[in-house]
């Protein structure tokens, strides 16, 4: 019943933008925090962003904080996340989740994915 689909994901040259969407469907998507989070080959999926139900409140890991920014819209019952200044090591498959509780960098913490939607930065 409770679906998020990830679009917006392609190819870009390094120093380029990029801007991904979740779609929410099936639930109230302003009741719930939500998160980024991205997975590339061999390595441990990773936290990217997190954003409150109401939008006030927001966290970026390291690696992209001053790049990302993460934001939702409740009248489209959707998020999204601008990408600026991509690097080679951002290309990863991108997943939007819903947090049970309160967003935070443990996957753990999210009752809900999407599918993944590929970004993948050339030089």
């Known amino acids: 019943q409770v679906q998020l689909m990830e679009s917006g994901g392609g190819l870009v040259q390094a120093g380029g933008s990029l801007r991904l969407s979740c779609l929410v469907s099936g639930h109230t998507f302003s009741s719930y925090d939500m998160g980024w989070f991205r997975q590339a080959p061999g390595v441990e999926r990773e936290f990217v962003a997190g954003?409150?139900?109401?939008?006030?409140?927001?966290d970026y890991a390291s690696s992209v904080k001053g790049r990302f920014t993460i934001s939702r819209d409740g009248a489209k019952n959707t998020l999204y996340l601008q990408m600026d200044n991509l690097k080679l090591e951002d290309t990863a498959v991108y997943y939007c989740a819903r947090a049970l509780h309160n967003f935070g960098e443990d996957p753990d913490l999210y009752n809900y994915w999407g599918q993944g939607t590929q970004v993948t930065v050339s030089s």
């Open positions: 954003i409150n139900w109401s939008g006030g409140r927001t």
